[in-house]
């Protein structure tokens, strides 16, 4: 059975840093590329950043600058450092996994940059 348990999100003042966790089990981590999305009230799903299994990251434009995606092996886990909080950041933000054919979903952990 496929799990990604996302944490580390919660409430944090413009300007402030978060850091989201994802922990994968049950696929060849290494294997798959790891991204995050968030979505806001309101609106669409959207990429944040991914890496793929050798380490290549992107980010989407909003976020570049801000925000770094990183990945542990050994851990089975995602990471992403988000730094310089926007209230535009505020979403709940998914864990994604992708290998062709194979796609999974995190359960969303809520993020909110409020002051």
């Known amino acids: 059975q496929v799990q990604l348990v996302e944490s580390g999100g919660g409430l944090v003042q413009p300007g402030g840093s978060l850091r989201l966790s994802c922990a994968a089990s049950?696929?060849?981590?290494?294997?798959?590329?790891m991204g995050w999305y968030r979505q806001a009230p309101g609106k669409q799903r959207e990429l944040v950043a991914v890496?793929?299994?050798?380490?290549?990251?992107n980010a989407a434009n909003s976020v570049k600058g801000r925000f770094t995606i990183s990945r542990d092996n050994a851990k089975n886990t995602v990471y992403l450092q988000m730094n310089s909080l926007k209230p535009e950041d505020t979403a709940v933000y998914y864990c994604?996994?992708?290998?062709?054919?194979?796609?999974?979903w995190g359960q969303g952990t809520q993020v909110t940059v409020s002051s």
């Open positions: 890496i793929t299994s050798s380490g290549g990251t």
């Open positions: 049950g696929i060849i981590f290494s294997i798959y590329t």
């Open positions: 994604n996994a992708q290998y062709p054919k194979s796609v999974y």
